[in-house]
């Protein structure tokens, strides 16, 4: 595909006729459209989106010259459209796309649906439409949209019609694997696979096995429908075993998020942790406080009386001393406990009072000795209160002193932790909640155990339910040759599968090499413009990265913004080369090797077809640098290459690039309008 | 007899290829032309197989 010219009429800025021819010249494939800010360069990418593909950003009544939309009359018509020519596998395609715009008597502008209209032209010979298609309720232009995306995919398209803004973006969208299947021509193989294969029910092979029929043997019919609930199952599990593959692969990925986060927020892990710690002593140090107050109000309700009281007491005791009344009675003996043992008779010695006299006085004396009558045993037994007190009283200002410069220290401990703690919190305020990561990491670590254990389960379901069809079909094959035509199916069988096996191989075989071919493109491109030790790979889904060997690993690395922009620049350029080489079969000569797309002399046919590269502001996010090494590439791996862009980025690439260049135009607004530019031509 | 053990060896390697080529050829320009349904390419496709076993005989 080359495009010759764009014709733009009407369309946003641009008011009346506007064509711009693009330069076909293989030495000079260049074409460069340059243009201030809100002149119109995106539009150009957005005219190709709109008449190829019916897809632009804005709503169906912005399409319409905002002039040409004011000054329409009541009850008037007017239209845009968006024509594009372009070479295809030697034909010439007209592709049109025009809407119409009536503006009612209320003034309010109604857009008509679309119109796209598909010619081409054979090099030979004369313009032919493209049918309308018939009997599909508002699909007419079914084919049309056919032959376009058989020219170049939608779902490619952006990588063809490229905006430099968002070139970060390419890992981010979506699936490309059946564009690009498309795009090699392996979509065809692999249709036709799906139509032949045996463990699909509807299959070519799976109808076939159903004609077989041996009467009224009930082996035979028993295994007939149990092949058939077993592939019924198969397909069950085989699509689960899909989804659950696309779970693993999500929570893989959120893991890696997930371990990512947790790698960069190690720094405010730790200050959680300090914080944690901080919150864990303010509570341990406000316990101690609650302890040590409590510990001083008890000492000093108890022991502060007699240390205010000592001075007191010392002089009591002193004047105790001098009294020399120091009892002599029996500690603890009272008068009238004598009294008793004189009335009884009986000293407690066992002696009689009544007849012994001497024994008797003996007691008395002891009366004598107690109080009343004496007041020294009083006397005795106050001493020691008093000493006991001037005991503990005497402690009494070492351990007040002690339980407040503990109390005191505490509380300064205290007022520390609670300034750290502040300040911790003032440090982590905003930030993530690494302890929420670390959670979600856990959780997502459980669920992707329990997606592996199923996927192993399911895996294992698949393969005894093939074990089950493949011995059940031996089985019924065995009975059913029994019968003329039974032997006839059987062998359609037999051709069905072989068939069958001949797609799926090739279809491997080619895939392969279709991954690897555009793997050696983007690398070999990236190593151009890129001189380094990193490398590109590209996973299943054709998303890209940059590995580098450490040791003998292969590690993904951190990117910056320009190199970054040169990984995805690679990408690009890589598809385009890689889509220029398709696939072909020749009906010729049988090959010696039947699993491969047969192509002359054995080996895979290759076809060349160019493809164009238009992008619409290139440069706006790689670095001055890299410009240079991106401008010496484009060229050389595209035959056709549009730049839309700023003068200030075309003068940094215009050293690589200005003997390539064909065709120059330069957008220029009219009177300075932001809806009304001009493209003049310049070269 | 076992159907799988013979499989591919007793087929007409000829008739085979032919077939194969006709099914890919089919394909082919049914993905660019989308003429024929699912179905009706399903029929197509069996009934060449039956032909490339009758031939076979």
Request: aromatic share 6%; net charge neutral.
């Amino acid at each position: 595909m080359i495009i010759k010219s764009i014709t733009i009429n009407n369309f946003r800025q641009y008011k009346g006729n506007h064509v711009i021819e693009f330069s076909t010249d293989s030495e000079k494939n260049v074409t460069v459209i340059l243009g201030v800010n809100t002149s119109g360069k995106t539009t150009i990418i957005q005219a190709f989106n709109w008449c190829l593909y019916n897809n632009t950003s804005f709503k169906s009544q912005e399409v319409l010259n905002l002039e040409v939309c004011k000054s329409m009359s009541v009850c008037s018509t007017q239209e845009c459209f968006v024509e594009v020519i372009l070479l295809h596998e030697q034909k010439e395609y007209f592709i049109r796309r025009t809407q119409s715009f009536y503006k009612n008597e209320s003034k309010k502008i109604k857009a008509s649906k679309p119109e796209l209209n598909v010619q081409f032209k054979e090099t030979t010979g004369g313009m032919q439409s493209i049918p309308k298609a018939r009997g599909v309720e508002g699909e007419y232009d079914l084919h049309m949209k056919e032959t376009i995306n058989k020219i170049l995919p939608e779902s490619l398209s952006d990588y063809f019609f490229f905006d430099g803004e968002r070139i970060a973006d390419i890992n981010n969208k979506g699936d490309v694997v059946d564009a690009v299947r498309g795009l090699m021509g392996l979509d065809v193989i692999s249709t036709a696979m799906d139509r032949l294969d045996p463990s699909k029910v509807a299959s070519v092979t799976s109808k076939l096995s159903k004609e077989l029929d041996v009467g009224n043997d009930t082996k035979f019919n028993k295994l007939k429908v149990e092949v058939e609930n077993a592939k019924e199952k198969l397909e069950g599990y085989k699509n689960r075993k899909v989804i659950i593959k696309e779970e693993i692969e999500f929570f893989e990925r959120r893991k890696i998020e997930l371990n990512e986060l947790l790698l960069k927020n190690r720094e405010v892990k730790a200050n959680q942790t300090i914080k944690t710690n901080l919150e864990r002593d303010i509570n341990v140090v406000t316990g101690n406080i609650i302890k040590n107050e409590n510990r001083l109000i008890n000492d000093f309700s108890t022991k502060s009386m007699g240390y205010f009281a000592l001075p007191l007491i010392k002089k009591a005791l002193k004047t105790i001393d001098e009294a020399k009344q120091d009892g002599e009675g029996i500690p603890g003996m009272r008068a009238s406990s004598i009294d008793h043992i004189l009335n009884r008779g009986n000293c407690i010695c066992g002696c009689d009072l009544t007849k012994n006299e001497g024994a008797k006085e003996k007691v008395l004396h002891e009366k004598s000795l107690l109080p009343p009558q004496h007041m020294g045993t009083i006397l005795r037994e106050y001493k020691k209160t008093y000493q006991r007190i001037e005991r503990e009283a005497e402690g009494f200002d070492s351990v007040i002193k002690d339980d407040y410069v503990e109390l005191r220290e505490n509380k300064l401990l205290l007022e520390e932790k609670k300034e750290g703690l502040i300040d911790i919190s003032k440090r982590i305020k905003n930030m993530i909640d690494v302890a929420k990561i670390e959670d979600d990491y856990q959780k997502n670590e459980i669920e992707l155990r329990k997606k592996r254990d199923i996927l192993l389960v399911v895996t294992g379901y698949i393969s005894s339910l093939e074990t089950e069809i493949v011995n059940n079909e031996k089985q019924i094959a065995g009975i059913a040759v029994v019968s003329e035509k039974n032997r006839k199916i059987t062998k359609s069988i037999a051709y069905s599968k072989a068939v069958y096996q001949w797609f799926k191989q090739s279809y491997d075989k080619q895939e392969a090499e279709v991954k690897n071919r555009l793997l050696k493109s983007v690398n070999n491109i990236f190593e151009q413009m890129y001189h380094g030790t990193r490398k590109i790979t590209i996973n299943e889904k054709y998303q890209i990265n940059l590995i580098t060997m450490v040791g003998d690993e292969e590690m993904e690395t951190e990117e910056s913004k320009g190199l970054e922009s040169v990984k995805n620049f690679s990408f690009i350029a890589g598809l385009v080369d890689m889509a220029r080489i398709k696939a072909r079969t020749t009906t010729g000569k049988e090959n010696e090797d039947p699993n491969v797309i047969i192509g002359v002399d054995g080996e895979l046919a290759i076809t060349t077809e160019p493809y164009p590269l238009v992008m619409d502001a290139p440069f706006s996010n790689v670095d001055e640098i890299h410009i240079n090494n991106i401008a010496k590439i484009l060229p050389a791996v595209s035959e056709q290459v549009v730049l839309i862009l700023m003068n200030k980025d075309w003068e940094f690439a215009k050293a690589s690039l200005d003997d390539k260049v064909g065709c120059a135009y330069m957008i220029e607004k009219n009177n300075n309008s932001d809806v009304n530019s001009s493209i003049r031509r310049l070269l | 007899m076992n159907f799988e053990e013979k499989d591919e060896t007793y087929l007409n390697q000829t008739v085979l290829f032919s077939l194969k080529m006709r099914i890919y050829e089919l394909e082919k320009e049914n993905n660019k032309t989308k003429k024929l349904t699912n179905n009706q390419m399903t029929d197509k496709i069996r009934h060449l197989i039956e032909r490339a076993a009758e031939n076979d005989n």
